[in-house]
């Protein structure tokens, strides 16, 4: 199995046990620490992430020329859309109702995908392309790294909103995240600008977010 690919599950687990952690229950009804979203709105997205792999790993018909990377965030409306774009209503909406039967069956359902990629990835092909939610196509393990940003990121975000440790995570895992995340900054906001976020402070920008 690829690197990708592992390191895809290896964040996956991280997310289910984090789900499954007491504080996630015990806060599920209160805000978290996004805007706009509940612990249990943001907890149904995490999980939603597994959801999507799933999705991608099954059958969904004829594949287009896959795009890149880049091409699939400068496509994507979410991006750097506001809090009340359709968008992102309708992420919101998608988390809490992922979460609507509770953290118990969210939990269960969560670790049951995960079961079943372990055992999908290892046997796809090296050239696999899916289709995406959003129509167009991506090199599977592309696809995979655009669920590990979502996985390391909210994993930090619910961590944070119930008050206990961001999950630790081997290189193997963060580094991708942060070269991605990285590129992403750089082709938003200009080499300049992250650059000097990183070696400058007297003269880093504002912010150099990726989203």
Same mark, same amino acid.
């Given at each position: ?38 612990? %249990? =709105? !943001? ?8 959801? *999507?792999? +799933? /999705? $991608?790993?099954?059958?969904? @018909? &004829? ?17 750097? %859309? =506001? !809090? ?8 919101? *909406?998608? +988390? /809490? $109702?992922?979460?609507?039967? @509770? &953290? ?17 990835? %290892? ?89």
């Amino acid at each position: 199995m690829g690197e990708t690919r592992q390191s895809y599950l290896l964040a996956a687990e991280s997310a289910v046990r984090l789900l499954g952690h007491p504080a996630v229950a015990a806060s599920w009804d209160k805000p978290s620490a996004l805007v706009e979203f509940s612990v %249990a =709105g !943001l907890a149904g997205h995490l999980a939603h992430q597994l959801v *999507r792999v +799933g /999705e $991608a790993l099954s059958p969904n @018909g &004829p594949v287009q020329e896959p795009i890149s990377l880049l091409e699939h965030y400068m496509r994507s409306p979410w991006v750097q %859309a =506001g !809090l009340d774009h359709e968008s992102n209503l309708s992420i919101r *909406r998608g +988390g /809490e $109702a992922a979460a609507a039967a @509770g &953290p118990a069956l969210l939990l269960e359902r969560s670790q049951a995908l995960l079961d079943m990629q372990r055992a999908a990835l %290892a046997s796809e092909l090296a050239d696999r392309v899916v289709i995406t939610p959003a129509g167009w196509s991506l090199k599977l393990d592309d696809f995979l790294l655009t669920r590990l940003v979502e996985l390391v990121v909210h994993c930090d975000d619910l961590a944070a909103s119930v008050g206990v440790d961001t999950p630790a995570l081997p290189s193997s895992v963060i580094d991708p995240v942060v070269e991605l995340l990285a590129r992403l900054a750089v082709h938003r906001h200009g080499p300049t600008a992250v650059i000097r976020a990183l070696s400058r402070a007297e003269r880093a920008p504002a912010t150099i977010s990726a989203f």
